[in-house]
T-cell receptor, first 115, second 112 residues
Framework: DVKVTQSSRYLVKRTGEKVFLECVQDMDHENMFWYRQDPGLGLRLIYFSYDVKMKEKGDIPEGYSVSREKKERFSLILESASTNQTSMYLC??????????????FGPGTRLTVL | SQQGEEDPQALSIQEGENATMNCSYKTSINNLQWYRQNSGRGLVHLILIRSNEREKHSGRLRVTLDTSKKSSSLLITASRAADTASYFCATDAPSGTYKYIFGTGTRLKVLA
């Protein structure tokens, strides 16, 4: 079974702190994604990566950066956490290319609270 | 902007009844997927339907796709309390990149 793991289930940080959220997948997937999920807004894509060291901005990249140094690991970085970044963060991965293999496998999520 | 919009936002039914959720989208797609999310957890993929398919089944799930109306429906037959979850549709982005766009979801509650 594909497994996507996230470094923390719950995280509490203070405003201005630098925050690292880690995601690891074990299926050799090319694509990896970071979403945030807020009530009434659904899932919004922050960044995605289609290969090592490659990244593209999603719909809401402001205030975030990402790093993908190894194929299995995709990190989301909040450079200076703010209260409006309090949210559930979901990581996902999928095979690359178009067609039938674009099912996304999600991690359990990290609920981040910024005080 | 949202590509997929689910309807209704919330649905409450009795165990054993069927549940139907709808998804509408705005631009042409290659495929559409449905996901389930149990409370406070990650999403789990349920079913994928391609743009050249009209109907697909998986166990108690039936998905239809009408590309002329840009809509899809998810039917869960003989619902169980364990089906209580949020259900999301996801469509590939209009630009054809690797990313998908998720709707805001339908919250289903199945009462025992």
């Amino acid at each position: 079974d594909v497994k996507v793991t996230q470094s923390s289930r719950y995280l509490v940080k203070r405003t201005g702190e630098k925050v690292f959220l880690e995601c690891v997948q074990d299926m050799d997937h090319e694509n990896m994604f970071w979403y945030r999920q807020d009530p009434g807004l659904g899932l919004r894509l922050i960044y995605f990566s289609y290969d090592v060291k490659m990244k593209e901005k999603g719909d809401i990249p402001e205030g975030y950066s990402v790093s993908r140094e190894k194929k299995e690991r995709f990190s989301l970085i909040l450079e200076s956490a703010s209260t409006n970044q309090t949210s559930m963060y979901l990581c996902a991965s999928s095979f690359g290319g178009f067609g039938i293999y674009n099912e996304q496998f999600f991690g359990p999520g990290t609920r981040l609270t910024v005080l | 902007s949202q590509q997929g919009e689910e309807d209704p936002q919330a649905l409450s039914i009795q165990e054993g009844e069927n549940a139907t959720m709808n998804c509408s989208y705005k631009t042409s797609i290659n495929n559409l997927q449905w996901y389930r999310q149990n409370s406070g957890r990650g999403l789990v993929h349920l079913i994928l339907i391609r743009s050249n398919e009209r109907e697909k089944h998986s166990g108690r799930l039936r998905v239809t796709l009408d590309t002329s109306k840009k809509s899809s429906s998810l039917l869960i037959t003989a619902s169980r309390a364990a089906d209580t979850a949020s259900y999301f549709c996801a469509t590939d982005a209009p630009s054809g990149t690797y990313k998908y766009i998720f709707g805001t979801g339908t919250r289903l509650k199945v009462l025992a």
